[in-house]
Nanobody, 126 residues
Framework: QVQLVESGGGSVQTGGSLRLSCTAS????????MGWFRQAPGKERERVAV???????GYADSVKGRFTISQAGTKNTVYLQMNSLKPEDTAMYYC????????????????????WGQGTQVTVSA
């Protein structure tokens, strides 16, 4: 079983920064794809960023240049550094992972991810 634990959400003003963390259970895997998703009331769930075991990343156009996804050396923790936050970034942010997949990590859809965290709220005020 895989457990994902998220932290780092909070409230900031426009232009501020937050760093989200997602820690998975300590097992080792031959491959994985981990990502951050977000969903605000009345909006569809959006894939924000993904990263694979080798460190290859992908980003939504809406966050390119502002958000950075990265891994800890253990490969069990993924971070999302969020800078230059805007009110439209306000959402519940979820960490997700899949450990068996075909194709690139960036090609995986939300329905392909098998494990999900509980989410952490990010609120950005003007």
């Amino acid at each position: 079983q895989v457990q994902l634990v998220e932290s780092g959400g909070g409230s900031v003003q426009t232009g501020g920064s937050l760093r989200l963390s997602c820690t998975a259970s300590g097992n080792t895997y031959s491959s994985f794809c981990m990502g951050w998703f977000r969903q605000a009331p009345g909006k569809e769930r959006e894939r924000v960023a993904v990263i694979d075991l080798d460190g290859a990343t992908g980003y939504a156009d809406s966050v390119k240049g502002r958000f950075t996804i990265s891994q800890a050396g253990t490969k069990n923790t993924v971070y999302l550094q969020m800078n230059s936050l805007k009110p439209e970034d306000t959402a519940m942010y979820y960490c997700a992972a899949v450990f068996s997949y075909r194709g690139g990590c960036a090609s995986q859809k939300s329905g392909d991810f098998r494990h999900w965290g509980q989410g952490t709220q990010v609120t950005v005020s003007a």
